[in-house]
């Protein structure tokens, strides 16, 4: 008896996934997120998870979605009407080749999932990084298990997503704050609107959920661990706005063709 008691307790800390602390993280983030800093092997793998299956159903749910405004003509450009049949087969056939698998499916689960990770990683490294300068000695595997599991707000803002689409039958076009800023979106307008666009109650109660769990993992006050996280975060806010950037400054260098691919 006493080798099979020994034998579950070995089974449960070799065990990487904790679904049961989804629901606590949610509703008890203090105290959960107390004793997930506080474990000293790898339990960041059930968030993850979690968050990239959502994902995963979020975008095979808005693919039909956008398949079928694309086939109404609900995404034209202003003033197509003006443009010469020429430019007007070009954009409709760009359109066309958008309603395929690959781009409604295929490549939105990609860069999502590898978003994800990266942020995963980016947060989790600058974190301990930032830590480590403030004075903590903590192991960067406690780095690495909060930042997974403040990355679950995350997913319950896909869940919503995709509950909005199911009812609504439309897809988030201005995520964030970044419906605040309308018009031409040039330079640092651009750039702002891309920052904006990681802004939103989701990611404030992600923020929360470090600040919970940053003093107990680097074993720091307040007042050294709170602005270590913050610098992190604005670290990689910049870095997670370059692609949003990009993508407008790319889409500017083409504005004397007046259609989009």
Same mark, same amino acid.
């Given at each position: 008896m006493e080798t099979t008691v020994t034998e579950i307790k070995e089974k449960s800390k070799k065990n990487?996934?904790?679904f049961e602390w989804i629901l606590p993280v949610i509703f008890?983030?203090?105290k959960t997120i107390e004793k997930i800093t506080?474990?000293?092997k790898s339990?960041?793998? &059930?968030?993850?998870?979690?968050?990239s299956a959502l994902i995963i159903i979020a975008t095979l749910v808005a693919g039909p979605i956008k398949r079928n405004i694309i086939q109404m003509g609900l995404n034209t450009p202003e003033n197509f009407q003006y443009y010469s049949q020429e430019q007007q087969a070009q954009f409709m056939s760009a359109q066309a080749n958008r309603t395929s698998p690959l781009f409604l499916y295929v490549f939105p689960i990609f860069t999502s999932l590898a978003g994800l990770w990266?942020?995963?990683?980016?947060?989790?490294?600058l974190l301990h990084l930032s830590l480590t300068l403030a004075g903590s000695r903590a192991q960067n595997v406690r780095s690495y298990n909060l930042a997974g599991w403040s990355l679950l707000p995350i997913g319950v803002r896909h869940l919503v997503q995709i509950v909005?689409?199911?009812? &609504?039958?439309t897809v988030v076009s201005n995520p964030g704050l970044s419906g605040f800023m309308t018009g031409d979106l040039k330079g640092f307008t651009a750039f702002a609107a891309a920052l904006l666009g990681l802004i939103d109650l989701y990611f404030v109660w992600q923020i929360i959920l470090l600040l919970l769990g940053v003093c107990p993992l680097s074993s720091l006050k307040r007042s050294k661990a709170w602005p270590a996280t913050a610098v992190s975060l604005l670290i990689l806010m910049l870095l997670m706005s370059l692609?949003?950037?990009l993508s407008h400054a790319l889409s500017g260098l083409t504005t004397s063709t007046p259609f989009f691919f």
């Open positions: 990487p996934f904790h008890r983030p203090r506080s474990q000293e339990v960041w793998l &059930t968030p993850l998870l979690v968050v990266v942020t995963w990683f980016l947060l989790s490294s909005a689409m199911l009812a &609504t039958k692609p949003g950037f």
